[in-house]
């Protein structure tokens, strides 16, 4: 055990920033779950598309970063609509073993549509910063404690995101539709709601944020490649399912306590670091022994 | 008439698909390592180029990606000889690929040659796994020596990267070395595709380490170097040949300026005419300055080519065995002597990362080691 104040601080600092953008990622896995009970597997390859969409404009299109990250925002929200009516919407009323599988494959496609067109080298945001780069190498002391510049900024757009979220969800009328979805879909259609406008607009919102998250990930470690989002995919279903998948506040709760988790266990214990992967799929395995539905989660009656 | 046309035609199709001799290249051109793979396979490319024909028969390249993964590499190889019927393979990249890959090799009965996997235990105890470079006991022993003696280190936090076989052999052959000429090591550990580094770094900074040595590859290389620089990290880096790639500047940036590496080659260091001549061939097809696995690829071919020519015939267990007998060939990396155990004996090349390019720094012989 080591006990190291300095250390904790610092990296209870690290374990919020990448718990929050857990939350990010998690959150699009969680609404897409709501409405259609499926784990849209290909969430975290939309997140690599999300950077790919920021480099590009940047690269090819010479935006100006910050307008790139808009552009992106925007591409990978057509994307993830894309994504829904052309491999989801035809199979709304297959089994949902089907959905699943497919959703499997689209991620599967994403990887290699990424390894054909962009190739499957390492790229960095690094050159496209230009001046600016030092951005990401600056850092802030306070005696002895040092924290880097952008996990600061993470942590607050990361925030920032998050309220807007909650805002289009609890407070707008698309939000209303679709926690009326959620409920109950074919009622929903019954009051005059386009059911798969919504259903595609869930998607939109999830890998609008997915992009947002994207970025910010390739900022802080500035590497990334077509497989790049999916590890942080894997856990930010796990922080998901840790929340109390289908529930908006478990998916928030459920990342950031994922990512302080993981990264105190690596601090507190140095030994085992190594292993830091596992501690997640260990979280999963009690979680779903002790209570299934999730922190926040409710139980659901199916009624047979 | 069209149908003797017909059958002509298949016969001669069958005829010429016969007549050719085909080489596998297993390189993990997708995934972690991807840039070294496909480095790997410029070199391989421009020695085929040169070389289209061994025995009066066509050369043939199939190319089999393996995702940077063993199971991949291991399947990759059981393709090419299962379905493909290579002659010989080419490959694999990194050691714990061409460990998984030469296992099947090795059972099949098919020589495979590896550009650049270092680990010991890539031939060890193998008749059919050899490769064209040299091996970690002596780039572990040369690293430390060069830390030891030319930085004046003292203490040096080795990271170890815990999935990769190369990794935590080269480690222990530092450690070994470092600790004779009495310095201090300490290991501490990370996982292939791991980004976040800092709990690490923070160890090492409590160890007082005056170097921060990554035995792992060029992504988590670059990442290391950006975080310890972040964290307040200010003494020397170092890594070993896994940092050989152009990829390591890119995503690096400032943060890799002033590492030292160990590897297998340096183009302004043109120790034979043909590794002019490779220089010159290499520029002209690809516009640039060749990398070292570019440089090694180019030589595992052409050395299976050389062997497959004294052998005399397309025979795999004499390709194998001829192989291991070559001697004082001269390669694009200098002059290659390749032993009855499969490994090459050659020098370790020091490199330093100046001004986001890599620089040449020194060189170190085998017989100027002495590990008491």
Not at chain 2, 341 to 362: L, T, W
């Amino acid at each position: 055990m080591n006990l190291n104040s300095v250390l904790i601080i610092q990296n209870l600092f690290n374990g919020l920033m990448v718990g929050g953008l857990y939350a990010l990622i998690a959150v699009g896995y969680t609404m897409v779950y709501g409405i259609l009970r499926l784990i849209n597997f290909a969430h975290g390859d939309i997140m690599t598309m999300g950077i790919y969409f920021a480099f590009y404009a940047v690269v090819l299109m010479k935006m100006p970063f910050f307008l790139g990250v808009i552009f992106s925002i925007f591409a990978t929200a057509i994307l993830g609509f894309l994504v829904d009516r052309i491999a989801y919407k035809p199979l709304r009323n297959a089994p949902r073993i089907s959905a699943l599988i497919t959703a499997i494959g689209m991620s599967f496609f994403i990887e290699s549509f990424a390894v054909v067109f962009f190739g499957s080298n390492y790229k960095s945001f690094l050159k496209t910063l230009g001046s600016n780069s030092s951005i990401i190498f600056k850092t802030y002391k306070i005696g002895k404690i040092i924290i880097p510049q952008i996990t600061l900024y993470v942590i607050l757009i990361t925030f920032f995101t998050l309220l807007i979220l909650f805002y289009i969800v609890y407070k707008t009328k698309i939000g209303m539709a679709m926690r009326a979805i959620s409920a109950d879909i074919p009622t929903t259609s019954l009051m005059g709601i386009n059911v798969d406008l919504v259903i595609g607009f869930t998607f939109a919102l999830g890998s609008a944020l997915a992009a947002i998250a994207g970025v910010m990930w390739a900022l802080r470690y500035p590497n990334f490649y077509p497989y790049t989002g999916f590890n942080p995919g894997l856990k930010a279903f796990i922080a998901a399912v840790f929340g109390g998948i289908g529930s908006l506040q478990g998916a928030v709760l459920g990342g950031f306590l994922l990512g302080l988790i993981e990264i105190m266990l690596i601090t507190l214990f140095p030994s085992v670091m190594q292993y830091k992967d596992a501690f997640a799929f260990l979280i999963l395995i009690l979680i779903l022994t002790i209570k299934p539905s999730g922190l926040l989660g409710k139980r659901s009656i199916v009624k047979v | 008439m069209k149908k003797i046309l017909i059958a002509f035609l298949l016969v001669f199709f069958a005829f010429f698909s016969f007549a050719t001799i085909k080489i596998g290249v297993v390189l993990p051109l997708t995934g972690g390592v991807s840039a070294f793979g496909q480095l790997v396979w410029e070199g391989v490319q421009l020695a085929h180029e040169q070389v289209l024909k061994v025995l009066g028969e066509e050369i043939e390249l199939v190319l089999i990606d393996n995702r940077s993964e063993k199971t991949e590499a291991a399947n990759a190889v059981s393709r090419a000889i299962e379905k493909e019927h290579v002659l010989a393979i080419v490959g694999e990249v990194v050691s714990g690929n061409t460990l998984a890959g030469g296992q099947i090799a090795e059972e099949k009965h098919v020589p495979m040659i590896s550009p650049s996997s270092t680990n010991p235990l890539v031939t060890d105890g193998k008749k059919f796994v050899s490769r064209v470079c040299f091996t970690d006991p002596f780039q572990g022993g040369a690293l430390a020596v060069f830390a030891k003696e030319n930085l004046g280190l003292k203490k040096v936090a080795v990271f170890v990267d815990i999935e990769q076989d190369y990794s935590v052999g080269l480690t222990n052959f530092f450690i070994d070395t470092f600790t004779k000429l009495g310095g201090q090591a300490k290991k501490i550990y990370f996982k292939s595709g791991d980004q976040e580094f800092s709990a690490q770094i923070t160890q090492a900074l409590s160890f007082g380490a005056d170097a921060i040595l990554v035995t792992g590859y060029y992504p988590e290389i670059a990442l290391v170097a950006q975080q310890s620089k972040m964290l307040g990290f200010t003494g020397k880096l170092l890594a070993g040949d896994g940092a050989d790639a152009p990829e390591l500047i890119q995503i690096g940036g400032e943060a890799v300026e002033g590492l030292y590496f160990t590897t297998h080659y340096h183009p302004d260091a043109k120790v034979t005419e043909k590794s002019k001549e490779f220089v010159d061939a290499y520029f002209k097809k690809y516009g640039r300055k060749p990398s070292t696995l570019s440089a090694l690829g180019y030589d595992a071919y052409m050395i299976l080519v050389d062997a497959i020519k004294r052998a005399g015939k397309a025979d795999s267990e004499l390709v194998a065995q001829e192989i291991r007998k070559t001697r004082n060939f001269e390669g694009a990396t200098g002059i290659i002597n390749i032993d009855e155990n499969g490994n090459a004996v050659k020098s370790v090349v020091i490199d330093v990362v100046k001004n986001g390019e890599f620089a040449f720094e020194a060189v170190i012989n085998p017989d100027q080691i002495v590990v008491k």
